[in-house]
T-cell receptor
Framework: DSGVTQTPKHLITATGQRVTLRCSPR?????VYWYQQSLDQGLQFLIQ???????AKGNILERFSAQQFPDLHSELNLSSLELGDSALYFC?????????????FGAGSRLTVL | AQKITQTQPGMFVQEKEAVTLDCTYD???????LFWYKQPSSGEMIFLIY??????QNATEGRYSLNFQKARKSANLVISASQLGDSAMYFC?????????????FGSGTQLTVLP
């Protein structure tokens, strides 16, 4: 157990629908990162939050949004889903600040869009 | 341009032998970090080893070592005494700079298969 909790583990939904993926970071970590892993795109960075504030944005579609709450858990909202959004979505956390900044990953949420 | 390049889509190694997984990187930032992660078939991402750009010595963690050649911009992972449980996808990743936006950029991965 990495200490990063992601729910749900698996999700099957239809095109056009909206889903929310949830992440609880490791105790003490202030930074949360979201990554998308698909066969054709590999591991793509989506967005990062640090202590409730957005810090960096990657290849995140406008249909996707995220936030980090005061208790530091984070949610990734995916709307108007398309077949191509099927992927494994990872949340990772780190302490932030100086140093190596090793990212600890959760087990992932596997999204299937039919 | 690719920031992280892993040129070996697949590798095979005999159990108990050593194997080297290649990784080259591209950055103009003098401060950066290099990471290796392992992803078994179960899907989770497991951190293996880290090398900072200013570290003088190559990083080692148990059977894992990182062959860091700064001038060549390479950060190859060496796994000694391979075990069947080492069969997995291996990703090289880089963090650039010292800012608080410290996400990792990943390579495309190398699928390692350890043969009995």
């Amino acid at each position: 157990d990495s200490g990063v909790t992601q729910t749900p583990k698996h999700l099957i939904t239809a095109t056009g629908q909206r889903v929310t993926l949830r992440c609880s970071p490791r105790s003490g970590d202030l930074s949360v990162y979201w990554y998308q892993q698909s066969l054709d795109q590999g591991l793509q960075f989506l967005i990062q939050y640090y202590n409730g504030e957005e810090r960096a944005k990657g290849n995140i579609l406008e249909r996707f949004s995220a936030q980090q709450f005061p208790d530091l858990h984070s949610e990734l909202n995916l709307s108007s889903l398309e077949l191509g959004d099927s992927a494994l979505y990872f949340c990772a956390s780190s302490a932030g600040g100086a140093g190596a900044n090793v990212l600890t990953f959760g087990a992932g949420s596997r999204l299937t869009v039919l | 341009a690719q920031k992280i390049t892993q040129t070996q889509p697949g590798m095979f190694v005999q159990e108990k032998e050593a194997v080297t997984l290649d990784c080259t990187y591209d950055t103009s930032d003098p401060s950066y970090g290099l990471f290796w992660y392992k992803q078994p078939s179960s899907g989770e991402m497991i951190f293996l080893i880290y090398q900072g750009s200013y570290d003088q010595q190559n990083a080692t963690e148990g059977r894992y070592s990182l062959n860091f050649q700064k001038a060549r911009k390479s950060a190859n992972l060496v796994i000694s005494a391979s075990q069947l449980g080492d069969s997995a996808m291996y990703f090289c990743a880089m963090r650039e700079g010292e800012s608080s936006a410290r996400q990792l950029t990943f390579g495309s991965g190398t699928q390692l298969t350890v043969l009995p």
